[in-house]
C-alpha cells in the first residue's frame, strides 16, 4: 500500500538541471507572483549592499582609514591672554563713553538714492 502525500514531492534530478532555453521559457511566459518575488528580493539584496558600502564608507572616514591619519603635533597654546583681552575690553570701554557722550562718527552705511 502507497501513501501519497498532500504535498508535492521535489524531484532533484530535475531542480538540478539548468538549461538556457527552460530561462527564455520562463521569460516568455510570465508569473507575477514569482517575478515580483524575484524584483523584491533583488532589490532588497541592493538595499543591502548599499547600505554596507555607506557603512564603510563613513565608518573608513570617520576613523582616517581612507584619507590617511595626518599626524599633527598637538601643543598647548593659548588662544587668548590677558593682553588680548584687555584691549578689547578697552576698545568696548571707549565705544560706551562715545555712545554715553553722543559722540557718534560718520556711519559706514550710505543712502543709495542720494
Known amino acids: 500500500m502507497v501513501l501519497e502525500s498532500a504535498y508535492p514531492v521535489c524531484k532533484t534530478e530535475t531542480m538540478m538541471d539548468f538549461s ?25 539584496l541592493l538595499f543591502v549592499l548599499l547600505f554596507a558600502y555607506a557603512a564603510y564608507l563613513f565608518v573608513g572616514l570617520r576613523w582616517g582609514d581612507l584619507t590617511g591619519h595626518a599626524q599633527i603635533p598637538q601643543t598647548q597654546q593659548p588662544t587668548v591672554t590677558r593682553g588680548k583681552l584687555e584691549s578689547v575690553l578697552e576698545t568696548y570701554r571707549a565705544r560706551k563713553a562715545n555712545f554715553e ?3 557718534f562718527g560718520p556711519s559706514g552705511l550710505f543712502d543709495p538714492a542720494e
Open 101 to 103: 557722550a553722543g559722540n
Open 20 to 44: 538556457f532555453k527552460n530561462t527564455l521559457a520562463s521569460i516568455t511566459n510570465p508569473n507575477p507572483g514569482r517575478d515580483w518575488s524575484v524584483a523584491l528580493a533583488i532589490l532588497i
